[in-house]
């Protein structure tokens, strides 16, 4: 695998944050966490819905948060005190978690629910009047009659 530097870049340009942060994503997917699984799924032409598999996670031991352009789910779940069994075999996943997903602009969280071991998190895309595309009116003149030159004209004896 081939690692590029992106260092010398940052130091040369301003405002270019969310690009190189881009791009640092797209370099180190290989090294992207798998843990939990989860779905995106498109439910309407403006929604879309963030499903994660929290199986074992309590209300109490997720969170949602919503900064900037990012959506984060973090997960932490709490040993269980006073259990003295014995784990012979441990397939069920009790680590804790946080799992990042970049938002498109105008993309926002409109609510979240935890059902059957699985978080859906709801997301709406809403583009304010100002920045939707808009079609504008060409004015159109009146037709112009035929240009007119006065004076006379002289005609050859």
Do not use: W
Not at 56 to 71: A, D
């Amino acid at each position: 695998m081939r690692h590029y530097d992106l260092a010398p870049l940052y130091r040369s340009t301003v405002g270019f944050d969310r690009l190189f942060a881009a791009l640092d994503g797209f370099v180190s997917a290989e090294q992207a966490p798998t843990y939990p699984p989860y779905n995106i799924e498109r439910t309407s032409e403006n929604a879309y819905r963030v499903t994660v598999a929290v199986a074992g996670f309590t209300e109490s031991e997720l969170s949602i948060e919503t900064r900037e352009s990012t959506l984060t789910i973090k997960g932490e779940r709490k040993p269980v005190e006073g259990s003295k069994a014995e784990v012979l075999h441990q397939g069920i996943a009790a680590r804790a978690f946080e799992r990042r997903f970049q938002l498109a602009d105008h993309v926002q969280v409109t609510g979240a629910s935890l059902e059957h071991g699985l978080l859906h998190v709801e997301l709406v895309r809403e583009v304010p009047e100002a920045k939707k595309p808009r079609r504008i009116q060409i004015a159109g003149s009146a037709p112009a009659s035929q240009p007119t030159i006065e004076g006379s004209v002289q005609q050859a004896a």
